[in-house]
Nanobody, 115 residues
């Protein structure tokens, strides 16, 4: 079934932007709602944004208006455009289906936001 591969993270200053990418196999993306998860200090991974197969998106309140989730089903790719980044956005970002499946977790991509 394979795993998901996240990329695009890196050090960014507060107020800056990043675009995260998640690539997976067609069997993972097919008709699944996909989401971006954030790993907090206690290593719990929480869903912060998700998008249905037909493009309906939902966001956690703290990122509404700043983050935009999108997907390209033909490329089995999920995106997260992050704008106006804040220090509290610093963490490791993962993608997975929503609800998640354990065997899909990848390595994540780290986003440190500096002052």
């Amino acid at each position: 079934q394979g795993r998901l591969v996240e990329s695009g993270g890196g050090l960014v200053q507060a107020g800056g932007s990043l675009r995260l990418t998640c690539v997976g196999s067609g069997s993972i993306f097919s008709y699944n709602t996909m989401g971006w998860y954030r790993q907090g200090p206690e290593n719990a991974r929480e869903l912060w944004a998700y998008i249905t197969h037909d493009g309906r998106a939902n966001y956690e309140d703290s990122v509404k208006g700043r983050f935009r989730i999108s997907r390209d089903n033909s490329k089995n790719t999920l995106y997260l455009q992050m704008n106006s980044l804040k220090q509290e956005d610093s963490c490791v970002y993962f993608c997975n289906t929503s609800p998640f499946r354990r065997y899909y977790w990848g390595q994540g991509t780290q986003v440190p936001v500096s002052p």
